[in-house]
């Protein structure tokens, strides 16, 4: 068998394609004359598995990613909040993330929480994020991909899953040390910690990214 058959063979086909749904909050948007963008920031985009996807992320985490001078985007895969459903599994989802990496300004940080760690981690094998940040992941593949360009890991999940085999799985797979924040997964954008978790990540970013 030839090279170019053996790859026709092996090649993933491309999924199908959808008009994703992409939630963008700019510095300027606030409407405060003390905040404005930061050229040298790297814009953050956002996607979780959870069913309503981007609009998880509007009521706190855009406004804040905002106010710190950052572009903040969220997406919505297939299937989620006002895209539609469409072929293809955990692949699928990530070529979403992708897609909608490389319509932003510039080279993008990207964070995933829930089963959108386990999208965001695959995406950044594809596409060279300027940070990769897995908030509480869920369904991780069992040998999570190289990142591409090998950029910063931060691993952040509730105290009670910091002992937990599959946080330390991952935790291993990066050679990362996990950050853990109060309360658990479904409490990141409303629950107690949900703040104090975001600013900690802005930290995070803020040192160099």
Not at 26 to 34: G, N, V
Not at 117 to 132: N, S, T, V
Request: with cysteine; proline share 9%; hydrophobic share 45%.
């Amino acid at each position: 068998m030839s090279l170019q058959a053996w790859v026709r063979r092996t090649r993933t086909p491309e999924p199908a394609p959808v008009e994703r749904e992409v939630i963008v909050i700019e510095p300027m948007d606030l409407l405060d004359a003390e905040i404005s963008d930061d050229p040298e920031a790297s814009p953050v985009l956002c996607c979780t598995g959870e069913s309503a996807g981007a609009s998880a992320f509007n009521a706190l985490w855009l406004k804040r990613i905002a106010g710190s001078g950052r572009h903040a985007a969220a997406v919505s895969v297939r299937g989620q909040g006002n895209t539609p459903a469409a072929p293809g599994g955990p692949d699928a989802c990530a070529h979403d993330v992708v897609q909608a990496a490389t319509g932003l300004p510039r080279q993008a940080v990207l964070v995933g929480h829930g089963r959108g760690a386990a999208w965001a981690a695959l995406a950044a094998a594809r596409y060279p994020a300027a940070a990769l940040v897995l908030v509480a992941p869920r369904q991780m593949p069992k040998q999570p991909p190289k990142p591409v360009g090998a950029p910063r890991v931060l691993l952040a999940v509730g105290e009670a899953d910091a002992q937990s085999k599959a946080t330390q799985a991952v935790a291993g797979a990066y050679g990362v040390a996990p950050l853990t924040f109060a309360g658990d997964a479904a409490g990141v954008f409303t629950g107690p910690g949900a703040e104090g978790l975001l600013d900690a990540i802005l930290s995070w970013l803020g040192n160099r990214d």
